[in-house]
């Protein structure tokens, strides 16, 4: 009879460790299942951020262009009031100025010279020192 329990013992020893190697086994496969998962998810976040980046980039260059048209813009609408109003360009160039105009707008869009138009930027403009009168150069 002790034969038949070491047996069983023996027996039961090998079913149980064949239990765990197979559960070992099981769980390793959906490590590994789990793990091709998150590398896909990773993938495609990748792609998105990819995406996402592209996306940002053409809208900075849109901006850009827009900004620069709205700029053009305004500088022909100054034109524009230029050429409907009978008084001379200067009170034109003032307010262009102030609206951040510089020197080669103003003779551009008001028909100055370039001295008139370096005076009215030296006086009027935003970039004057406080208390000097005179523009940072």
Do not use: F, W
């Amino acid at each position: 009879m002790d034969y038949r329990v070491g047996m069983a013992l023996v027996s039961a020893a090998v079913t149980l460790g064949c239990t765990g190697l197979v559960l070992v086994v099981y769980q390793l496969r959906a490590a590994v299942r789990n793990g091709r998962r998150l590398e896909a998810r990773y993938e495609a976040l990748q792609d998105r951020v990819l995406a996402l980046t592209d996306q940002s980039q053409r809208l900075n260059r849109i901006h850009h262009d827009m900004e620069r048209s709205l700029k053009r813009l305004g500088l022909r609408q100054d034109q524009v009031e230029l050429n409907r109003s009978d008084e001379r360009p200067y009170s034109h160039a003032i307010s262009m100025v102030k609206k951040g105009a510089g020197v080669e707008d103003l003779i551009a869009a008001c028909g100055l010279s370039r001295g008139e138009a370096e005076l009215i930027c030296m006086v009027h403009g935003l970039d004057k020192q406080p208390g000097t009168g005179e523009g940072v150069r």
